[in-house]
């Protein structure tokens, strides 16, 4: 049974829009980062999932092992119901956040806040002062992890952190040694250049092979200055964990001695980002129905909302892609709209008031921000539906 026929059966009695995980490419696609990780353990990206039940079920499965939340309110939600070994990955300055870390000694034994500088000490410091009793915060340093060349004049990679070399680092953790009620327990490096960039984007053979030259050197450089890194602030703290990586990166990664576990979402959900890549193939797991709500003109119909933008750099590549059935386009000077998107293309003939057009978002999580519910899927049966973050009424960004 075709992929269309299975989504429209299982979901025939939902009126869409609506939002879909078909959990046996989900199950798929995390055996596949389980093998390339190759027996290191993989942190679940909360933002890339974004549903309390499906984070659950990933935890489930072998070779899985705790969370890389987005937000410090986000983790203490999770902990709040029974989640462990949270780490925010991105630094905080949500006080009130801060207090209630420090002032719950159970939430503070499973979350980990990420600092890269001295001013996060001295911030954390002055939120959490009035809690009493104060528990000791666990704190994870995160350093850059970019490709610089040229003198400095050529970079890629996320600005992240300013803490590069292992000198600072380890100046970085010295300071953390000698602050009561601070404990340095991980260390985090996360190399976008390599993991969220595409090195087979269709229709650029040159600019593939720049990519793919620049990611070989980044990798080379990488292994040398991170494991520098953490030699020198395992001089300093006994780390519990170094991570790094992403769906994009998983098998590079593993292959540093100094690599304790890697980070990887996005590729659960295997957004349309994520297929121009050489190294892994995955399945298309989370998906959205629009329904057909006009036919203005030959091979035209137009759908229900879908101005459902990803985050980044603005272009074709942040819209959704218009995936079941094959065949149907964006028009040009539209382009997906906020209550209503044209599409063009021979598909649309066979097309009816009513019927539905499956869409694949261009990222993996920023999908649950648009839906309430994820309706679970497996082959042409709805066996559940799962809220997301907002349809518990949590919107943490």
């Given at each position: ?6 989504y ?10 609506l939002?879909?995980?078909?959990l ?5 696609n995390?055996?596949d ?16 999932v ?7 079920r ?22 709040g119901?029974?989640f462990?070994?949270i780490?925010?990955?991105?630094p905080?300055?949500d ?32 939120a959490?002062a009035?809690a ?9 340093m995160?350093?850059?992890a970019?490709?610089i ?8 990679g996320?600005l ?10 380890a ?14 327990a ?8 390599i993991a969220?960039?595409?090195d ?13 030259f620049m990611?070989a ?14 030699n020198a ?19 590079r ?7 304790t576990?890697v ?14 890549y050489?190294?892994?193939?995955g399945h298309?797991a989370?998906?959205?129905?629009l329904?057909v ?8 119909v ?5 101005g ?6 603005a ?8 995936y ?5 386009r ?14 063009l ?6 097309l009816?008031?009513?019927?539905r057009?499956?869409?694949?978002h ?19 049966t709805?066996?559940e ?13």
């Amino acid at each position: 049974m075709d992929d269309r026929l299975r989504y429209d059966r299982a979901t025939a009695a939902l009126e869409p829009p609506l939002a879909i995980l078909d959990l046996a490419a989900m199950r798929a696609n995390a055996a596949d980062l389980v093998r390339r990780a190759a027996g290191k353990p993989i942190r679940v990206a909360s933002k890339s999932v974004r549903s309390r039940e499906v984070l659950e079920r990933v935890l489930a499965l072998d070779g899985f092992r705790g969370i890389m939340a987005f937000t410090l309110p986000e983790a203490l939600w999770l902990a709040g119901h029974g989640f462990t070994d949270i780490l925010v990955a991105y630094p905080t300055a949500d006080r009130h956040a801060l207090a209630t870390l420090a002032g719950d000694s159970q939430a503070a034994r499973h979350i980990t806040v990420t600092i890269d500088s001295v001013a996060h000490l001295d911030f954390i410091e002055a939120a959490v002062a009035a809690a009493r009793p104060r528990a000791e915060i666990r704190v994870c340093m995160d350093i850059d992890a970019a490709f610089i060349a040229f003198g400095g004049k050529f970079r890629a990679g996320a600005l992240r952190s300013p803490i590069r070399e292992p000198e600072q680092a380890a100046d970085l953790a010295a300071a953390i040694a000698k602050r009561p009620g601070f404990r340095l327990a991980g260390l985090l490096a996360y190399e976008a250049q390599i993991a969220g960039v595409g090195d087979a984007p269709p229709g650029k053979a040159a600019y593939s092979r720049l990519v793919r030259f620049m990611q070989a050197q980044s990798a080379r450089e990488l292994v040398m200055r991170r494991g520098r890194i953490v030699n020198a602030v395992r001089q300093i703290a006994d780390l519990e964990f170094v991570n790094g990586g992403g769906t994009g990166s998983i098998e590079r990664t593993v292959r540093e001695k100094a690599i304790t576990e890697v980070a990887a979402g996005s590729g659960l959900f295997h957004p349309r980002l994520f297929d121009f890549y050489r190294g892994f193939t995955g399945h298309p797991a989370a998906l959205f129905a629009l329904p057909v709500v006009r036919r203005p003109g030959p091979s035209t119909v137009t759908v229900l909302g879908g101005g459902y933008v990803a985050s980044g750099q603005a272009g074709p590549s942040r819209l959704p892609q218009p995936y079941l059935p094959a065949g149907l386009r964006y028009r040009p000077d539209e382009g997906a709209g906020e209550v209503q998107t044209p599409l063009l293309g021979q598909a649309a003939e066979d097309l009816r008031i009513g019927d539905r057009v499956w869409f694949r978002h261009a990222k993996a999580g920023e999908l649950c921000e648009r839906f309430d519910t994820l309706h679970l899927v497996d082959g042409d049966t709805l066996v559940e539906s799962a809220p997301t973050y907002r349809g518990e009424g949590q919107t943490f960004l």
